[in-house]
């Protein structure tokens, strides 16, 4: 909403500084985005008449003019405007002036010096709108009531300032200048001056001329009409174009504009249009047939659907009720009988309609908030006061009123008490009153009684809002949180809260990616057309394609963080991310919302469709620096060791169905993390043709591990274990084993065969000499650490527990290196 | 003999006095105090001597010896210190020189923040509560007062999800947790919730469709609006010192009333008016308010013997205004060398 201040002079006492003016009502409720000068990026152009033109003595196309500027001589100007004559008045830019294209200074042009410029109504950052009797391509030949040497702000009407408000949605009243002078007056405590609105209309019975009947009065609840005769077409005059125009409304025609200005003033949309194409002069507001066709002004044709109202004469519709005149409702220049309407059309009617048809305009902005529905009449009179002011037509005396409005206004239970117990404040009831009734409520009997265009109010917290605003939330006073809560983060905020921070400890940069993706990134990361994964949560509205689903697995985003990373040249980089995949419900789980209700255990909402799990993942990613398979596998190794999971096994990607992420790494590189059969997890080597699709010019390791599963595998309690007693033996262990054989496996039958007394087993060669690669073995050699807690072991129990490994070892083809 | 004796000590000083090295000083002990050493010779001649001059020589003896040990200690002490000051001298090292690293990573910069933010609520009595990110109508809209062609509905842009006739979406807003806790929790509540929310606003400098929010919510009996301006107060002075100052202005959301907008002074120029804070002095914080009574009775809640406020924080804006960051997109790029800054 912007809103000219010269117009809101005309309700309220509105001389304040304009920035304290912002400020305080700000405060109060009616936010001020920002304001603005009108013309204040013109400076230092004045009225000149022009005393004489003559021609330049080098150019054809150059006169040159001596101009009366209000001052002791005249000036000279040189100009090309063939549309200036002797004696016109016209608006020169001086030596120094600034304009909205940039600076004027005096020059000489072809030879003659010229001390300024004629500015043409573009040049003054004007339309023809503004002034429709300007050459808009000439210079601009003043035809107002000035003085010469007059600054063109007062002579042309420049001068006035327009504050751009937000206005919420619950406040539409404030969407017009009445209801801001309303605000303005509640704000700094004066008066209000708004007169009812009368007009003297000349003799004439409407209904001779004009009938309307309502057929959905729940939809349309008021429809007042009158007529205007002989009417005379014409721009409308300066004063209204410039409220107009200091509104961001652009003037038209005297009869559009009439229609706007009401619409602004008051907020109530109202609409002219020409009796002759009212067939049947008959006006009918009902419902739209199924199928039922109109062209809209914009020079659409639309299909209506019989939910939708319209405004029709006795065989088509002219307009959409609130949203739309029909393309041959307008005014015309040779219109010469026109209806006024203003009515009043249920919010959500015209709302719903609106989104239909994909049709906004001024008016439905404003029905659908809701207008004052009490208003209707009192507009309609405004319009044709300001008719007969502007001497635009005949206004018939008699008006057509179909109400069938509640007039019961709304009302709420009035108790300061209450108000200051639940604001925390102490303000007295004579204050409390003197607020609302500054804002139009009434308080009579206990009850606070609501105007009819506050249509936001309906409980005691309103209320409370009311005196809050206007006695100020700044001076509320503060105080500190009263009573003894406890709080604690939860066993899954903490473990998540370990994760990450264990995870930044081994080197992690912690990245944040969005939670939806591109569905190309199924085919990126070559997953197989039934992969489970492409079962997605789509998004029907998306922003594009990129990010039109919502992710079922994490890696994608990190390979693409990745991808940006490499791409911007930095060397390495090591990263991991705690979010959430989304995996579509399956269908067999039910979907009831509001069966949980801790108070009234009753199920409140049943939907058929079932929301998405949204399991929380931990995802790494590295490439450059010392990146390889082991360091990937190091940090995990060391995550599981933080978060005390033992004994977890890394089989091969390759060999299960887990992770359908396998397909994106290398399938002899690339592990599933196993506890207790459990799968944590998969890591590994990016496959070098996903490698390749994200344009990643060097090997790249990722890996993801489900956090859940990591939270119910972890050990929940750490016990001490007694420091030892007793020395550790150590045997030292060097074996030829086939090239495939795992070495997870060599250490499986080493602890088995060994038994309590094994303290630890640490691989410290893996040795392979051209013989051995020529047969298909590698050498491993193991350091094997045994302790017992009871005593010193003697040399026969080491040697007997090696025995047992060495035949263990044998059993799976492993031999003792020679 | 005591002649020789005072000659012995005087010479063992005298080389003593010369020596450099500890080596050489054991030398010196084996050639003077040794078995086979020159005092020693020389006491063996002391039964030569009469029965009066024995004690006299004997008493001289060892003191000359005891004054020969004490020269060597002191020297051996010194020849020590000597040579620990030139390796400590050898031993110097360009101490400008970088240090070793171990690897060490750093958090996201939205996640130091919500820590910090979590840390600040868990100190005040404030539980942390989790809401699904894909949620239904009733929780995202119809709960809080949003029905279905409220014209709020709006202002948020909301992405829905395909097959579910509009019934299932995005959050738009932290919100919809605050339905999830009433319904599943009596009075007295006191939790934040943060978490991503999803708009459909296309990306640039300041929008991005997908960003966090921080929800808080309290319900007890007898909560007030100072009570909630009193929370917001110490929260910002927490997180922006002692001098910071908040403004309350009028607002309008669908789920709470009264509803305020908060705007903490501009960290830049403090309040005096700047570029920074378009000359306002104070930049837009948060949205705010007293729980509506149509949320806690939707929610199973007595709006006449419970009250309660709400709060909901813009994570983004919050990490651009504590780094200075000026463009949102960098938080989601996730280039090292932005990271590495936090």
């Known amino acids: 909403m912007n809103l000219s201040m010269k117009w809101l002079g005309d309700y309220v006492k509105a001389d304040m500084p304009i920035k304290d003016f912002c400020h305080a009502l700000t405060m109060s409720g009616s936010k001020v985005e920002c304001y603005e000068k009108e013309g204040s990026n013109i400076s230092n152009v004045v009225v000149g008449k022009i005393l004489s033109k003559g021609p330049h003595e080098n150019a054809d196309a150059l006169f040159v003019c001596q101009v009366d500027i209000g001052a002791e001589a005249p000036i000279q100007i040189v100009t090309n405007a063939k549309n200036v004559k002797e004696g016109d008045l016209v608006p020169v830019a001086l030596d120094g002036a600034v304009l909205p294209e940039g600076k004027i200074k005096k020059c000489k042009m072809r030879g003659v010096e010229s001390f300024g410029m004629f500015c043409g109504i573009d040049t003054l950052g004007l339309t023809i709108h503004d002034f429709p009797y300007a050459d808009p391509e000439g210079v601009f030949v003043i035809e107002e009531d000035c003085k010469l040497g007059e600054d063109i702000h007062t002579a042309i009407g420049l001068d006035d300032t327009s504050v751009e408000f937000e206005i919420t949605s619950n406040r539409p009243d404030c969407l017009s200048v009445i209801g801001l002078a309303r605000e303005t007056a509640a704000t700094y405590g004066t008066e209000l001056n708004v007169k009812a609105p009368e007009f003297k209309g000349v003799d004439g019975d409407i209904n001779a001329m004009l009938k309307v009947d309502i057929h959905n009065t729940e939809k349309c609840q008021r429809y007042c009409a009158g007529i205007v005769r002989n009417v005379k077409i014409g721009p409308s005059p300066r004063w209204m174009r410039e409220r107009l125009r200091a509104s961001g409304v652009r003037p038209i025609n005297n009869f559009v504009d009439i229609t706007n200005y009401v619409m602004l003033e008051y907020g109530q949309p109202m609409h002219a249009f020409d009796l002759r194409y009212v067939e049947g002069a008959h006006i009918n507001v009902r419902n739209a047939k199924n199928g039922e066709k109109i062209m809209t002004l914009d020079g659409v044709e639309r299909e209506l659907t019989e939910d939708m109202l319209v405004i029709a004469d006795e065989k088509k519709p002219v307009a959409v009720a609130g949203i739309m005149g029909g393309e041959y409702s307008g005014i015309m220049t040779d219109t010469t009988t026109v209806v006024f309407e203003s009515a009043y059309f249920e919010p959500t009617q015209v709302r719903r309609t609106s989104k239909a048809l994909r049709l906004k305009s001024d008016a439905s902005s404003r029905y659908e908030k809701g207008v004052d529905r009490l208003i209707s009449m009192t507009c309609l009179k405004r319009a044709f006061q300001l008719v007969e002011e502007l001497g635009a037509g005949e206004v018939l005396n008699t008006v057509i009123d179909c109400d069938y409005t509640d007039k019961t206004p709304a009302t709420v239970d009035f108790s300061a008490e209450w108000i200051n117990s639940f604001l925390g404040t102490d303000i007295s009831e004579a204050d409390m009153i003197k607020y609302l009734e500054r804002l139009d409520f009434k308080v009579e009997n206990g009850m606070v009684i609501a105007p009819s265009f506050r249509i936001d109010i309906g409980c005691k917290a309103d209320i409370a809002e009311e005196v809050a605003r206007i006695y100020g939330y700044n001076n509320i006073p503060s105080t500190d949180f009263r009573g003894v809560a406890r709080a604690e983060f939860t066993d899954e905020q903490k473990f998540v809260r370990t994760l990450r921070n264990t995870a930044v400890a081994l080197g992690g940069y912690e990245i944040a990616t969005y939670s939806f993706v591109s569905p190309k990134y199924f085919d990126k990361i070559k997953l197989p057309a039934d992969s489970k994964l492409r079962k997605v949560v789509k998004i029907v509205n998306p922003l594009g394609e990129d990010t039109s689903v919502m992710r079922t697995s994490t890696i994608p985003s990190m390979l693409d963080v990745l991808s940006f990373n490499y791409n911007n040249r930095n060397e390495k980089a090591c990263l991991f991310e705690i979010s959430k995949e989304y995996i579509p419900a399956s269908e067999e789980k039910p979907f009831i919302n509001g069966d949980t209700l801790a108070n009234n255990g009753k199920q409140k909402h049943q939907y058929s469709y079932s929301l998405p799990d949204e399991p929380q993942r931990l995802t790494i990613g590295m490439y450059g620096g010392e990146s390889d398979f082991y360091t990937l596998k190091g940090m995990i190794e060391q995550i599981l060791a933080e978060l005390k999971i033992d004994d977890v096994e890394y089989v091969r990607a390759n060999d299960n169905d887990i992770f359908d992420e396998k397909y994106a790494l290398h399938p002899g590189r690339s592990a599933v993390i196993l506890k207790d059969e459990t799968p944590l997890g998969i890591m590994g080597e990016v496959h070098p043709e996903v490698q390749e699709t994200y344009e990643i010019g060097v090997k790249t390791y990722v890996a993801k591990l489900n956090i859940p599963e990591l939270m119910s595998a972890a050990a929940e309690k750490i016990t001490y274990q007694p420091l030892p007693k007793f020395p550790a033996t150590t045997r030292d262990l060097s074996l030829l084993v086939d090239e495939d054989m795992p070495v997870a496996e060599l250490e499986k039958a080493i602890k088995n065969a060994i038994g309590k007394i094994l303290e630890k087993v640490t691989l410290f060669d893996v040795y392979r000499s051209d013989d051995m690669k020529n047969n298909g073995k590698k050498s491993i050699a193991y350091s094997i650490s045994m302790r017992s807690h009871e005593g010193t072991l003697t040399d026969e129990q080491a040697d007997g527990a090696m025995k047992r490994v060495l035949k263990a070892l044998n059993a799976i083809g492993a031999e003792l290196r020679g | ?342």
């Open chain 2, 1 to 342: 003999m005591k002649e020789q004796l005072e000659k012995i000590e005087a010479l063992a000083k005298q080389e003593l006095n010369s020596c450099t090295e500890i080596k050489a000083l054991d030398d010196l002990r084996i050639k003077f105090l040794g078995k086979k050493g020159e005092l020693t010779a020389i006491l063996k001649q002391m039964g030569q001597l009469s029965a009066e001059e024995r004690p006299v020589i004997g008493q001289l003896a060892n003191k000359v010896r005891a004054d020969i040990e004490e020269a060597l200690s002191s020297k051996l002490a010194s020849l020590k210190a000597n040579a620990q000051a030139a390796k400590l001298a050898e031993e110097k090292i360009d101490i400008t020189l970088p240090g070793k690293h171990s690897p060490f990573g750093k958090l996201h910069p939205l996640t130091k923040v919500e820590n910090e933010i979590r840390e600040i609520f868990i100190g005040m009595g404030f539980n942390i509560a989790d809401g699904p990110e894909i949620d239904d109508d009733y929780h995202v809209f119809e709960a809080l007062n949003l029905p279905p062609d409220h014209p709020a509905r709006d202002t948020q842009d909301t992405f829905y999800i395909e097959g579910t006739n509009e019934s299932v979406l995005l959050r738009t807003q932290t919100s919809s947790v605050q339905v999830h806790v009433m319904e599943n929790q009596k009075p007295p509540i006191r939790i934040i919730s943060p978490g991503r929310v999803f708009r459909s606003d296309a990306v640039d400098a300041t929008h991005s469709p997908l960003f966090h929010q921080i929800e808080g919510l309290v319900v007890d009996k007898g909560i007030t609006m100072s009570d909630l301006k009193g929370t917001l107060e110490m929260l910002m002075k927490k997180l922006y010192g002692n001098d910071c100052k908040l403004r309350f202005r009028p607002h309008h959301f669908p789920f709470t009333e009264p509803s305020c907008e908060v705007d903490i002074s501009c960290f830049n120029c403090g309040g005096k008016g700047c570029s920074m804070c378009k000359d306002e002095g104070y930049i837009e914080l948060l949205g705010a308010g007293m729980v509506h009574p149509k949320v806690l009775e939707n929610c199973g809640i007595d709006s006449n013997e419970y009250s309660g406020f709400a709060f909901g924080l813009g994570l983004e804006r919050m990490v651009m205004g504590r780094y200075d960051i000026n463009d949102l997109r960098l938080l989601y790029e996730n280039d090292v060398r932005f990271l590495e800054q936090f």
